[in-house]
């Protein structure tokens, strides 16, 4: 066998200890650093995609039930005002979905396994009794 050519068997593959390149990137933590953006990442890992107004919806609900305090019509609207101006164009530009601020769909983008556990792991560890 030719020695200057890499046998494919012993490249990389993605999550064999392999760094996703966005783990390097400060604009990455700053995409996770708001907890609705984490929390819409979170969602996104169950359902695939979804629409703005859905994960307003969901944002408020999670919010409502964490500290049992009722959310009016103008929090949802509130959340859903700075999803769309805010937390997902900033999900968007950083990779992580794809965001279409027309029709208000999003998609979870694919995913390194080691940025997935790492939202899973963000959000767990918020949670009021540490899940």
Known sequence: MDESVPDPSQRNQPGDGEVPPRLAEDRFYQALAS?????????????NDSNVEELATVLSDWEASETEMIQTPADRREILLLLSHSHLPKLADTGLID??????FVQLASLHPQV????????????????
């Open 35 to 47: 907890h609705y953006r984490r929390r819409a990442l979170y969602y996104l890992l169950e359902e």
């Open 116 to 131: 997935v556990d790492l939202i899973d792991h963000s959000v767990r560890v918020e949670q009021p009794d540490g899940a």
């Open 99 to 104: 965001y279409d601020s027309q029709s208000g």
